[in-house]
């Protein structure tokens, strides 16, 4: 077991690799997981990696979202070097490494790139978002804006929400659609309105003391462009269409 | 002015065709002088046609630099890269196959005793003077946006998926932003290093610089891109080096050389 890695990758890249090296490895957006994802679709011990008997397996821990094996939903099965697991957005394999290998390339392991079939690398592009016919062909082909499922706004590295609906409500309320808490936050403080010509304008409900801005100037209403960023209080919203 | 110039292309390790594509060529201007231009260009999207779109930006400067005098370079350099985005445009419209194929371009044209660099999308260019690298270009990705608004640091943007999807593409949409660098002076021993993300993805700044110093350009490339293919190469690879030479024909030597001889 000594040269089995687990890999992580998100969007064909290669995000973590851990050495399969104990009997359990737990995975979840708790941080005192082995592999420790921080995305709101992964459950705090969302699931394991076990070894029993030089066999591997993989265990879902009742999440919400559920762990995928080549696509399918499982609870307890066996895996191997040629599986794919999904968890959220996220796609785990083992790896074995030779000897050789590991001492070769054992200064860029976190350079390699992951290969995936291709049903299930769709059915993960196209959960993020992306057409997966666009890029069936390849697999590390790179996505550019129009591909993804716009409009959009993005919070973080690893937030995005999509913009739904002609009246979309920013403010500190669990009814909004997109939730955002801090001092003097209105329950409805901003709203992202759909009009007609596939275009999107920002109205601010804001208060004086917390005006909406976007691009560092205070508004009432503006027509967004694709790359403008939104700020309410401490966040700061990326816009994409 | 003199330079010695070096390209090279290669497919990667994991890709089965090569969408970069490149141009390196020099230019005679109305005064006689010597001028050069050098042109990376990464494709991507559609069903195979991220190379129709890469070379379609190649042709388009090939043929702009065929009928002119360089009387504006910037100008050039932003037309062109306008013409390819529509031109890929009525492509793509016009073939379901190319649908959604895109490009980006990063074009560094040497005349006049300056660089001129025009660029859209994550390729790079970068001078290195005095044995100091610098990146010229600004990667139009939504990690390095959100970098420029404190929204990410840089740290994070180089392992975000995000580094990968792209705000702006040649081919993509009718309103194109072109960034146009301010002319850079250029000096004897500048190099210039153009290159696809492919090698960004796996060489790190200080140590093109190294290659780069301690090679020259031909050997310097190939050791570039052996080094990318090494750690995984999943991407196609292009490396194109520019170095300023000192002018044969300026300086005291040659001058004390050409008094004597008069």
Known sequence: MANLFINVSLDSKLIERVRLDKEKISIGRDSDNDIY????????????????????????????????????????????????????????????????????????????????????????????????????????????????????????????????????????????????????????????????????????????????????????????????????????????? | MFFQTYSLSDIGKIRKRNEDSFL????????????????????????????????????????????????????????????????????????????????TCTALIIAKKKAFIAHVGDSRAYLIRKKTIKQLTKDHTVAEHMVSFGMMSNKEAKISPKRNILMRAIGINDLLEVDTLEPINIYPNDIFVLCSDGLIEYVEEDEIKKIVCENEPDSACRKMIATANLRGGKDNITVQITKVLKDPNAGFLSNLKKMIAS
Do not use: C, W
Request: charged share 25%; no cysteine.
């Open chain 1, 37 to 241: 994802i921080n995305n709101l679709a992964i459950s705090r011990y969302h699931a394991r990696i076990l070894v029993e008997n030089e066999k591997i397996f993989i265990e879902d821990l009742e999440s919400s979202n559920g762990t995928y094996l080549n696509g399918k939903k499982t609870n307890h099965s066996e895996i191997n070097e040629q599986d794919t697991i999904l968890i959220g957005k996220y796609k785990i394999n083992i790896e074995n490494k030779t000897p050789r290998e590991t001492q070769d390339s054992s200064a860029f392991l976190e350079d390699s790139t992951v290969m995936v079939d291709n049903d299930t690398r769709n059915k993960l592009l196209e959960k993020m978002g992306f057409n997966a016919n666009a890029t069936k062909d390849e697999p590390s082909a790179k996505p550019v804006y129009s591909k993804v499922k716009l409009p959009r706004i993005v919070l973080s590295d690893d937030l995005e929400v999509d913009i739904e609906g002609d009246n979309f409500v920013i403010g500190n309320s669990f009814n909004s659609n997109l939730y955002i808490d801090g001092f003097l936050i209105k329950k409805k403080h901003a709203t992202i309105l759909k009009q007609a010509n596939q275009k999107f304008t920002i109205v601010n409900s804001g208060s004086f003391f917390k005006p909406t801005k976007v691009n560092g100037t205070k508004i009432d209403q503006k027509t967004l462009i694709s790359g403008d960023i939104i700020e309410i209080g401490k966040h700061k919203l990326l816009f994409l269409s």
């Open chain 2, 24 to 103: 390196e060529r020099p230019i005679k201007t109305n005064d006689n002088d010597n001028a050069v231009a050098m042109i990376v260009a990464d494709g991507m999207g559609g069903h195979r046609a991220g190379d129709v779109a890469s070379s379609e930006v190649i042709k388009v400067f090939e043929n702009n630099l065929n009928n002119n005098n360089l009387g504006s370079v910037e100008e050039l350099l932003k037309n062109s890269i306008l013409e390819a985005n529509s031109s890929i445009i009525n492509m793509s419209v016009s073939k379901e196959e190319l649908k959604g194929m895109g490009t």
